[in-house]
């Protein structure tokens, strides 16, 4: 089985309260999250998850917060040489803008996405605003995006998984490493949502939901299963992943 590196690429970051990553804890407690690219590296495809930011906020500020640099798109896949046009593979996470802004600078990937990511894209709930056709747009019109719709194998290493916990139609990617399965969530969370500080783990919890939800029994199970199937857990929005080239070190 081909084996990959993981190169995680700050594309942007959010300020906002803890609670909105830590289900009903951390609230009043200013946050930064950085905002990922990850290029996969390995087998005979280049291949991405997520696009990150379109024009990201590059603060002293911003980057001393999450301990790392940030970069904008064309910035952060050159530091791997790679260009956009080269990218043959996006995997999408899940359809929030900041996850996918960048999307229509890869003429010639393919895009997977799951089909209820894509049904709400176009038919948002009033509650979630974080979802903006404009940047599918592109891609949708040029034929580029695929759309599963459970557990599929994308290519020899890489499989995606349905996992909705932050989103209906989020996936989790598995990808094989020479250090086992690396699983990058499908699901906006940091590593405290894996391993809970004391108050919560008075309360018995062994894992915390995202502060934004689908359903928070379900997201609570499905984020236990998921632990379960990786060696590397790489929680979406962790910001000790700022500072590293490759996964695994």
Same mark, same amino acid.
């Given at each position: 089985?081909?084996?990959?590196?993981?190169?995680?690429?700050?594309?942007?970051?959010?300020?906002?309260?803890?609670?909105?990553?830590?289900?009903?804890?951390?609230?009043?407690?200013?946050?930064?999250?950085?905002?990922?690219? /990850?290029? &996969? =590296?390995?087998?005979?495809?280049?291949?991405?998850?997520? +696009?990150?930011?379109? $024009?990201?906020? @590059?603060?002293?500020?911003?980057?001393?917060?999450?301990?790392?640099?940030?970069?904008?798109?064309?910035?952060?896949?050159?530091? /791997?040489? &790679? =260009?956009?046009?080269?990218?043959?593979?996006?995997?999408? +996470?899940?359809?929030? $803008?900041?996850? @996918?802004?960048?999307?229509?600078?890869?003429?010639?990937?393919?895009?997977?996405?799951?089909?209820?990511?894509?049904?709400?894209?176009?038919?948002?709930?009033?509650?979630?605003?974080?979802?903006?056709?404009?940047?599918?747009?592109?891609?949708?019109?040029?034929?580029?995006?695929?759309?599963?719709?459970?557990?599929?194998?994308?290519?020899?290493?890489?499989?995606?998984?349905?996992?909705?916990?932050?989103?209906?139609?989020?996936?989790?990617?598995?990808?094989?490493?020479?250090?086992?399965?690396?699983?990058?969530?499908?699901?906006?969370?940091?590593?405290?949502?894996?391993?809970?500080?004391?108050?919560?783990?008075?309360?018995?919890?062994?894992?915390?939901?995202?502060?934004?939800?689908?359903?928070?029994?379900?997201?609570?199970?499905?984020?236990?299963?998921?632990?379960?199937?990786?060696?590397?857990?790489?929680?979406?929005?962790?910001?000790?992943?700022?500072?590293?080239?490759?996964?695994?070190?």
């Amino acid at each position: 089985m081909t084996t990959y590196t993981i190169h995680p690429i700050v594309m942007g970051t959010k300020v906002f309260d803890k609670s909105m990553m830590t289900y009903q804890f951390g609230a009043g407690t200013p946050y930064t999250i950085p905002i990922y690219c /990850w290029y &996969i =590296k390995g087998g005979d495809k280049t291949i991405l998850v997520d +696009t990150g930011e379109r $024009n990201p906020i @590059c603060s002293a500020e911003r980057e001393a917060a999450i301990g790392g640099k940030i970069y904008t798109f064309e910035e952060g896949l050159a530091r /791997w040489g &790679i =260009k956009p046009e080269a990218i043959d593979v996006v995997i999408h +996470t899940h359809l929030h $803008n900041d996850h @996918c802004e960048n999307d229509d600078k890869c003429p010639n990937a393919v895009f997977y996405v799951h089909e209820r990511e894509l049904a709400h894209l176009h038919a948002p709930h009033p509650l979630d605003i974080r979802y903006v056709e404009d940047y599918l747009e592109t891609v949708e019109e040029n034929g580029q995006v695929v759309t599963v719709e459970g557990n599929t194998d994308i290519v020899d290493g890489i499989r995606v998984i349905h996992t909705p916990v932050h989103t209906e139609g989020g996936l989790t990617v598995l990808i094989q490493t020479p250090a086992g399965t690396a699983a990058i969530t499908g699901f906006c969370v940091i590593d405290e949502n894996f391993n809970p500080p004391k108050e919560a783990r008075a309360m018995e919890m062994e894992v915390i939901p995202p502060g934004t939800v689908v359903n928070s029994y379900k997201a609570y199970d499905i984020m236990q299963a998921v632990r379960s199937m990786a060696d590397i857990l790489l929680p979406l929005h962790e910001p000790r992943f700022a500072a590293m080239g490759t996964i695994p070190e």
